[in-house]
């Protein structure tokens, strides 16, 4: 905001005269009292020049669970599936996916026009119908064949481990989402938290992306894991 620069504006003096009776610690004391200043009269407010905007904020995120004992979590993700094969559901997949700027990286007007204009218009209903060729009676098959690999692993690493170990699915893009996921993970006393992306390469357009959403669900958490 323009009261931080202003707030700024003795050290700033200071620094470009120079006079022969300012010390570096004078120097410093202007500029320390102009940013406590600042702090003080900005306080509650919003922008993205607002270097309080986060720090200032009241705090309501998750605490952490110490009701039960401490054990080690591992956040098994995939990409993530429509929550049916109708095409509300694919529609509602759909756009949380292509809406990703890590997935499609033209400039976000343009994109937006043609996302909404035409492409939720019309695909929708074709990927539906193709969706609806290898659904079954359990759902999609990516969920619940990434639910019984979960199962599997923590089986596997509960036998090997001298602590608890908690394996939870998590999908980047539908349910059950990240959020969720790392709920279940504070939930259960997760002190420790191995993320374990399900692709077979690095991409962009699937680890980062997947690493950006954990690390926006993670900015609200006072305690990281």
């Given at each position: ?7 700024e ?10 006079p ?5 610690r ?25 270097a ?20 080690i ?26 809406s ?9 007007l ?8 035409v ?67 504070r939930?259960?006393n ?36």
């Amino acid at each position: 905001s323009g009261f931080r620069y202003l707030a700024e504006l003795p050290a700033i003096a200071c620094l470009l005269t120079k006079p022969p009776h300012t010390t570096y610690r004078e120097t410093i004391f202007f500029h320390t009292w102009g940013r406590i200043v600042w702090r003080l009269f900005s306080k509650g407010r919003s922008g993205p020049n607002n270097a309080c905007q986060i720090t200032d904020m009241p705090y309501t995120g998750p605490k952490p669970c110490t009701d039960k004992p401490e054990c080690i979590g591992v956040l098994l993700t995939n990409l993530g599936t429509p929550d049916a094969c109708t095409t509300p559901a694919v529609r509602r997949y759909l756009k949380e996916f292509l809406s990703d700027p890590r997935v499609v990286e033209l400039p976000r007007l343009l994109w937006w026009l043609i996302l909404n204009g035409v492409i939720l218009r019309t695909r929708p209903k074709r990927s539906a119908e193709a969706y609806r060729k290898v659904w079954t009676e359990r759902g999609s098959p990516l969920l619940y064949h990434s639910e019984e690999m979960a199962q599997q692993l923590e089986s596997s690493l509960g036998e090997q481990s001298t602590m608890p170990v908690k394996v939870v699915l998590a999908m980047r893009y539908g349910n059950p989402s990240l959020a969720h996921g790392l709920e279940q993970l504070r939930q259960a006393n997760a002190k420790r938290i191995l993320v374990l992306p399900l692709y077979p390469q690095y991409s962009a357009t699937t680890t980062a992306s997947t690493f950006d959403q954990l690390s926006k669900i993670l900015r609200g958490w006072r305690w990281l894991p």
